[in-house]
């Protein structure tokens, strides 16, 4: 009886882990433990993994997404204008101190125009129809193209000019200046204002 009880109390104390616990408070624990440790790994991961498409997503680098282009320059179009209103040319050849002729010239500070096909612009008048301008480029070795631009009114009126039709013009990639001219004989009213807006150049005519 005696050799019984020990072997009961050494049995006990074994499988509980020496703490008073039973078999079954001790697998209760240990379950309860690896459940723990099973689970904390998995949620880092899952953070991580998550941050991880949150900076792809962002970046590009994962999906895709379409970027908003900007409207002053992108693949189709390359804007010269100085601001957001119409470029403002007065004229008054009734004034014997005007001369004979306005020059308006847009420095460009060198934009390479060899991948595109022709300059495009917005013009009208004030008053008066039937106003012809010329329109000068020059490019970095001072070379000077000219071409003319009849047929003009008070109606806005889009223009655009093939580069491959400005003569004297070797290279487009360097353009300097963009010149806007009238002329006394080219006007039909001798005083007004000359609007010129969405200057750029395009691809395509």
Known sequence: MANKRVADILARTYFSGGEGKSVADSTEVTVQGRYFNLNTPLVVLNVVLVCLLII??????LFHRAHKT????????IRVN?????VSIAFDFSNPNSGATIEYYLNLEGVDASRFSSLAFDVR???????SIRVDFVNQFREVGEVGIPSLGTKWKEVVIPLSEVNKITSWNDVRQIG???????????????YIDNIRFIEGT
């Open 180 to 194: 806007f001219i009238l002329d006394e004989w080219n006007v039909s009213v001798p005083k007004g204002t000359m």
């Open 125 to 131: 008048f004030s008053s008066g129809e039937n106003h």
């Open 82 to 86: 100085p601001s957001s209103v119409p």
């Open 70 to 77: 900007n409207s002053i320059v992108h693949s189709q179009e």
């Open 56 to 61: 792809g997503w962002r970046s590009g680098i």
